[in-house]
């Protein structure tokens, strides 16, 4: 992780943070962008590293303010990160034989289903029109879902975000699974959606109750 600051050594309040595999990044993504840290939301993105002369190289800091971890540290940071956003943290090496699932192996979660949901690319803010366009998606969502007998339990339509993204929460975690089937890879007004699990200790701190 590297932070970026001003010349005069004042941070610019974000950071840089580098990951081997592209699946444990878009898992940081989903998971980490909109939670609060310290009172404030925070926004999760990509970055094109190849055109950031901030990092020197991947997986190497700058010396200009970046924090250097340890392999210890590292771990301890993830796994505090982990506790906080309700994330299933692989264990040290050597710390246990237990086999963790590679991401491409899984279908729809990169993480363990959950009761909470997120579909993505249900829409584009910018093109639409009607001030009150997320009323008559969170409609059709909620039409879609009773076709399957599932309990819903609540539902936001993000309008501001770029993505498109819905979060909707259910009674139990096989309706969840149900909904994350049924939609994932769907088309919908001509856009392709995605459906990903939130644990639901990051959800009720984005939506508490």
């Known amino acids: 992780m590297s932070i970026a600051k001003e010349t ?4 610019k309040c974000f950071a840089y943070v580098t ?3 592209e699946a444990e990044a878009k898992l940081a993504q989903a998971n980490l962008d909109g939670i609060e840290v310290a009172g404030r939301a925070i926004k ?3 970055v094109d590293v190849a055109q950031t002369s901030f990092l020197e190289s991947a997986g190497e800091l700058d010396e200009g303010g ?3 971890l340890t392999a210890q540290s590292r771990q301890a940071l993830m796994a505090k990160l982990g506790r906080s956003a309700g994330l299933a943290v692989p264990a040290a090496p050597g710390a246990g034989s237990q086999n963790i699932m590679a991401a491409s192996n899984v279908n729809v979660p990169l993480i363990q289903a959950t009761t909470c949901l997120v579909v993505k690319n249900m829409f584009n803010p ?3 029109a009607d001030p009150d366009f997320h009323l008559d998606i969170e409609e059709d969502i909620r039409d879609e879902c009773a076709k399957y007998k599932v309990t819903m339990s609540h539902i936001h339509v993000d ?3 770029q993505n498109g993204h819905v979060f909707m929460r259910f009674e139990d975690v096989r309706s969840c699974q149900t909904i994350a089937n049924a939609f994932h890879g769907r088309w919908f007004a001509s856009r392709q959606i995605t459906a990903e699990y939130v644990p639901e200790q990051t959800y009720m701190l984005r939506f508490p109750r």
Do not use: I, P, Y
């Open 8 to 11: 005069n050594g004042v941070s």
């Open 44 to 46: 999760v993105g990509v």
């Open 66 to 68: 970046g924090v250097a």
């Open 126 to 128: 910018a093109t639409e």
């Open 159 to 161: 309008k501001q975000h």
């Open 19 to 21: 990951f081997k595999k």
